[in-house]
């Protein structure tokens, strides 16, 4: 059947966004794809785009090698990332000094969703893309998903396609584009440009792609693995159709948030400023408590991570075949919100949390964010907060649970539990120096800028507004 885009008031106005995004969360069945026909596509794509992704020995991997004078892992190019130490001193959480293997990405990766309508109702351009850390190989990823290496083509591959979307976009095509950190317990410093940027009717879906309404992506959102990291961080940037005065769903009938704009900005300002850390970089073969075998570079007591090496063939990525280094988790994440209406207004509440790889120190995290093997020797005083709360949390009370994958380009097999919890009347929630209740509305105003909400907090912000 063949589709014409109507006339309407453009996304990138102002007066008509709200409206037009509503009706794209609306629109639980596309009219270029109907979640049906996408899972038979991408049940083709996942046969087309299988990876073979072999675990290997440092000294097999091609392109890579530990510095001689450092045993830093490198790309002969001096691109990509590396694998370095950090020492880190920290007066959060119950270990005040430690240190470990990071990675190393300096350079900004370009995150992308292309918009446009159909029939007045916009779809979103999502990409199946195998990663070789994805523990099934092909997942739904944003229209563009390359590092600046990629994107510049130091691996001599081909070129990425809707990539002019994002380079160079019209200003008044722009609908969100910011820069968000990632993991900044196993990134340092690493930030990615989250874009989404309103596409004309001259951009179709090429074979890899596949338009779809922001219903259908909240109905795949609860799909285990199935929405990558990248896809989830672009959405949560996306402007919240639900909150403002012109919002379809706002009511002007409720109160106001718990806290101020300013009081909030305050209090995380005071947190960075009162928390001491550092974060110092060092030799990969200095650091200490730290083992290699020929095949990983491991904790000695077996928590945490282990950096490994991975040969991988593949007939779709913008090369045949390359190894690298991966960092393996040992044990999933937990990443919980618990929410509640406060004078008739949802609220989240955050955790300020330290984290060594972040550039301010500290940004907004869930409520719970923690691998809880990671605190099986430690006393149940130094379990994270509400730990407990979240994972003897009842059925009824739980309104989000799905397992996700995290970044599948430099971590093997990372998955996350992510939970949206309501608060019961019983429930003794406090918030303490480093617990805030933010109100939903002012999520969305902290997500316009860089730094403030970290990228498991993204994952549940784009989660939460599924749930509306």
Not at 30 to 50: E, K, P, V, Y
Request: aromatic letters at 8%.
């Amino acid at each position: 059947m063949a589709h014409t885009t109507a006339v309407s008031p453009p996304l990138r106005s102002g007066t008509g966004r709200p409206v037009r995004l509503a009706e794209s969360a609306a629109c639980t069945d596309g009219l270029r794809m109907t979640t049906a026909a996408f899972f038979d596509w991408l049940a083709a794509r996942q046969l087309i785009h299988a990876q073979q992704v072999e675990r290997i020995r440092f000294d097999k991997m091609t392109q890579w090698h530990a510095d001689p004078d450092t045993g830093d892992l490198r790309h002969r190019s001096g691109r990509f990332f590396s694998v370095q130490g950090l020492r880190v001193r920290s007066d959060f959480g119950p270990v005040a000094a430690w240190s470990q293997p990071i990675i190393n990405q300096p350079e900004c990766g370009i995150l992308g969703i292309a918009i446009r309508e159909f029939d007045g109702v916009p779809h979103l351009l999502m990409q199946a893309k195998s990663e070789p850390g994805n523990i099934n190989g092909v997942q739904l990823s944003p229209t563009v998903q390359a590092t600046r290496s990629n994107y510049t083509r130091v691996h001599g591959g081909s070129s990425v396609p809707y990539l002019d979307l994002f380079r160079s976009p019209e200003p008044d095509r722009v609908l969100a584009d910011v820069l968000q950190s990632e993991q900044g317990s196993w990134f340092y410093r690493k930030r990615n440009r989250n874009m989404v940027v309103e596409a004309g009717p001259e951009v179709e879906a090429g074979e890899d792609f596949c338009w779809l309404t922001l219903g259908q992506l909240h109905t795949l959102m609860r799909h285990e693995d199935l929405i990558n990291m990248d896809a989830r961080t672009v959405l949560s940037c996306l402007p919240d159709w639900h909150t403002g005065a012109d919002a379809p769903s706002a009511d002007p009938g409720r109160g106001a948030a718990l806290h101020t704009d300013r009081e909030i900005r305050s209090w995380l300002t005071g947190r960075r400023a009162e928390h001491q850390i550092s974060a110092e970089r060092l030799p990969l073969t200095h650091v200490p408590e730290w083992h290699w075998s020929p095949e990983a570079l491991s904790h000695e007591s077996g928590r945490y991570f282990s950096i490994v090496a991975v040969h991988v063939g593949s007939r779709s990525r913008e090369v045949p075949a390359w190894s690298q280094p991966l960092l393996r988790p040992h044990g999933d994440g937990v990443a919980a919100l618990l929410v509640q209406r406060i004078g008739g207004v949802p609220h989240a509440l955050m955790r300020a949390r330290v984290e060594p790889g972040f550039a301010d120190g500290v940004e907004l995290g869930p409520t719970v964010q923690c691998t809880p093997e990671n605190y099986a020797h430690l006393p149940a005083a130094a379990r994270p907060p509400y730990l407990d709360l979240v994972l003897g949390g009842r059925a009824e009370r739980t309104r989000f649970d799905t397992v996700l994958s995290e970044e599948g380009g430099r971590f093997h097999h990372a998955r996350s539990r992510y939970l949206i919890i309501e608060v019961d009347p019983g429930d003794r929630v406090e918030e303490g120096a480093e617990f805030r209740w933010v109100s939903e509305r002012q999520l969305d105003e902290l997500l316009r800028y860089s730094g403030h909400l970290n990228v498991q907090a993204r994952t549940l912000v784009a989660a939460l507004r599924a749930l509306r």
